[in-house]
């Protein structure tokens, strides 16, 4: 399995699909996606771009959980996620969330470096389906990056 990242293109339309509900399933469902999402946060919090996230455990364990429900969600899971989307559709919403923060491309390919360190941990689960839940991810993150070598601010609309 090739973890292919094509840089992001300020101003460039970002076209995504939200992965198949296959990849939820093969995993193992709302206990394989908790299983993924803890081990992805955890190599988080040693990686680059730890400062960005909640140093206390606590409110570290909180991002985890929210986390891991809007992956079921966006994975073809039970809608888990229940916070306010303020009428936002859920990936909007979630581009939106984005916006408080400075990602850089740099954070960026951290970030994706590290969910393929996670991936690389499932096993016997055919490559296609990771190669779709990858392919959201890469595209999908590049609405997240907000901040640019320049010192300009783009917010991506979706
Ligand atoms: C595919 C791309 C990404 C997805 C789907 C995603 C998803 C999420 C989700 C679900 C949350 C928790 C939202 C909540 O509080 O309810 C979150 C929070 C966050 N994400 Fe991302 N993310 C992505 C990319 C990135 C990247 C590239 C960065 C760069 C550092 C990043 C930094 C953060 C930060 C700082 C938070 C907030 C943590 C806090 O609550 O303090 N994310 N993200």
């Known amino acids: 399995m090739n973890y292919k990242i094509t840089p992001v293109e300020k101003g460039k339309k970002v076209e995504f699909k939200n992965p198949i509900k296959d990849f939820y399933d093969a995993v193992g469902g709302d206990e394989g996606m ?20 909640p140093q206390d455990e606590d409110e570290f364990e909180q991002v985890k959980i929210k986390n891991t429900k ?18 936002m559709e859920l990936n909007e919403f979630m581009v939106r969330l984005h916006d408080d ?18 991936l690389k941990e499932l096993e ?11 392919d959201y991810l890469e595209n999908f993150s590049k609405l ?3 901040t640019y070598p320049d010192g300009s601010v783009y917010y991506a609309n979706l």
């Open 70 to 87: 809007f992956f079921i969600e966006i994975c073809g899971g039970p809608k888990v996620y229940n916070e306010d989307t303020k009428g």
């Open 101 to 118: 923060f400075s990602i850089y491309e740099k954070s960026r390919v951290e970030w994706l470096g590290t969910m393929a360190e996670a």
């Open 124 to 134: 016997n689960i055919d490559e296609v389906l990771i190669k779709d839940f990858w």
């Open 34 to 53: 908790q299983k993924l999402m803890y081990s992805f946060y955890d190599k988080v919090y040693d990686s680059d771009i730890a400062h960005f996230f």
């Open 144 to 146: 997240t990056v907000n």
